[in-house]
């Protein structure tokens, strides 16, 4: 896949963060695309913006936790495209708490949306993309899906099980030297996960009322005050894609975690707390 031009893409959770910047620098590679979120109104936003710049994108309001949605994703796709190469499964959000007050509803979404999502991506479009003779699966996971910090245990589970996924399938793909797969791996990223809670649904709620979110607006402005530009993580992704890179660590701090976590695994078994003190 060195040559994006006049290949199809799904990208999903494509309104807003990593999947926005995706969509944009997907389309300057001369992309045609298929975006799918849950938020209409800044889906379509994303859309007309792609079009008005020349390219070539339709919007499919899209709740990533539902195979079925997943399958009429993929049933617009083929419509519209009759083709799809590359899908990049970036769909995500997260629920703030201790391990011990986390709810079933809180885990449920949790996994809907970020693991369930995936497996339905890969069930439904990989066939598709074997169709299709080549392309590309990206799943986006975390920096959490190599550490784990406290208060975001769900999350974390999820984004080392994306991990586990797209390392399967990265296997599995060993006889199809033309599809290939990636994990992405961002740490601190301008993004609006940390408000995620705005899209869960009333059915998940707790004690039936929204939750506020995993931060205050003046937390979450510390926090995204020195994170990565998304399109700059657009802009590895794509190279990553070209190079047939599995890998796609953003941040040079989680690759010294990394390192340091495995010193520990090998050396003696420790689980140092001070190789926890930054997240997504």
């Known amino acids: ?26 389309s300057q590679e001369g992309m045609s695309l298929v975006l799918a979120d849950i938020e209409e109104a800044a889906l379509q936003e994303v859309v007309s913006g792609i079009d008005a710049s020349g390219g070539d994108a339709i919007g499919v309001v899209t709740d990533v936790s539902s195979k079925q949605a997943i399958e009429n994703l993929a049933t617009e796709t083929m419509d519209t495209f009759g083709a799809v190469h590359v899908l990049h499964n970036n769909a995500g959000v997260v629920a703030a708490g201790l391990l011990e007050d986390l709810t079933t509803n809180d885990w449920e979404w949790t996994i809907g949306v970020n693991l369930w999502s995936m497996i339905y991506g890969i069930q439904t479009f990989l066939p598709l993309i074997k169709e299709a003779g080549e392309g590309h699966i990206v799943n986006t996971s975390s920096s959490e899906g190599l550490q784990a910090s406290a208060g975001t245990g769900a999350y974390n589970v999820t984004k080392f099980g994306i991990i586990a996924l797209t390392e399967t399938l990265s296997n599995e793909l060993k006889s199809f030297p033309d599809i290939n797969a990636s994990v992405l791996c961002p740490g601190p990223v301008q993004s609006r996960i940390i408000e995620s809670e705005r899209n869960r649904p009333e059915k998940l709620w707790n004690d039936g009322v929204p939750a506020a979110g995993l931060v205050d607006n003046e937390q979450s402005s510390d926090l995204l005050a020195g994170a990565m530009d998304p399109a700059h993580v657009a802009g590895q992704v794509v190279q990553s894609i070209k190079e047939n890179r599995f890998w796609i660590i953003t941040h040079d701090d989680t690759k010294e975690v990394v390192r340091q976590r495995t010193e520990a695994l090998l050396k003696d078994g420790s689980l140092s707390a001070s190789l926890y003190d930054f997240t997504e």
């Not at 896949?1 to 997907?26: D, Y």
Request: hydrophobic letters at 40%; aromatic letters at 4%.
């Open 1 to 26: 896949m060195q040559n994006l031009e006049g290949r199809v893409g799904v990208v999903t959770g494509a309104a807003s963060g990593i999947g926005r910047s995706m969509a944009e620098k997907f």
